[in-house]
């Protein structure tokens, strides 16, 4: 059965420091791959995807993802955090060849000290 | 400015009470979708319409139900069967049912029991 597993519930790191959220999914073909960022009682913001080409993913607010197939992971990097990136991020995968269904990880709450 | 809209904010219900919320979009989009959000449990699919007139189950759509009369509406009914409601309730579109396509996110709603 399809899957996401984010294994981190909550982190916190300090502002500037460098931040690395994990993602690991579990799917037969190749999969489509999202993080979105929530911040607390809002909606969630797509910040990167991921469906072919280039491993490497850009995405906004400075954040950039890496697909690895081999590892099945989809983990989310930001050089230098702001205090601003405090929220909670999910990691999804959009399972292809029928409707739009997503996914989604539990979510990783990151905390962000000044 | 194109988006989504979702009402109210905050909702309060009676046990045995259905209650409906608003799921409103500017953005064109065919398909529309339910979601519930529990503490750790990220999202889970309530429902999903990828046309007007027409809408599918998700995986814990008991105790729901919608009607997609117009491309822009979308409107979720809380019945009195849905024995734990008490959640925050996601309302997503995107512009086909094909899962590459991004979907988009309401501000979301507050349901409370009383």
């Known amino acids: 059965a399809q899957s996401v597993t984010q294994p981190d519930i909550h982190i916190t790191v300090s502002e500037g420091a460098s931040l690395e959220l994990r993602c690991n999914y579990s799917?037969?073909?190749?999969?489509?791959l999202f993080w979105y960022v929530q911040s607390p009682g809002q909606g969630l913001q797509l910040l990167l995807k991921?469906?072919?080409?280039?491993?490497l993913v850009q995405g906004i607010k400075g954040f950039e993802a890496e697909f690895k197939r081999s590892q099945s992971s989809f983990n989310l990097r930001k050089p230098s955090v702001h205090w601003s990136d405090a929220a909670e991020y999910f990691c999804?995968?959009?399972?292809?060849?029928?409707?739009?269904?997503?996914?989604f990880g539990a979510g990783t709450r990151l905390a962000v000290h000044p | 400015d194109g988006g989504i809209t979702q009402s109210p904010k905050y909702l309060f219900r009676k046990e045995g009470q259905n209650v409906t919320l608003s799921c409103e979009q500017n953005?064109?989009?065919?398909?529309m979708y339910w979601y519930r959000q529990d503490p750790g449990q990220g999202l889970r699919l309530i429902y999903y319409?990828?046309?007007?007139?027409?809408?599918q189950k998700g995986d814990i759509a008991e105790g729901y139900s919608v009607s997609r009369e117009k491309k822009e509406s979308f409107p979720l009914t809380v019945t009195s069967a849905q024995k734990n409601p008490t959640a925050f309730y996601l309302c997503?579109?995107?512009?086909?049912?094909?899962?590459?396509?991004?979907?988009?996110f309401g501000p979301g709603t507050r349901l409370t029991v009383l």
């Open positions: 799917y037969g073909a190749t999969p489509y």
């Open positions: 997503a579109s995107s512009m086909s049912g094909s899962s590459y396509n991004e979907q988009f």
């Open positions: 953005l064109n989009h065919d398909a």
């Open positions: 319409s990828q046309i007007v007139n027409d809408f």
């Open positions: 999804a995968v959009g399972i292809s060849g029928g409707y739009n269904k997503l996914i």
């Open positions: 991921y469906f072919s080409g280039d491993t």
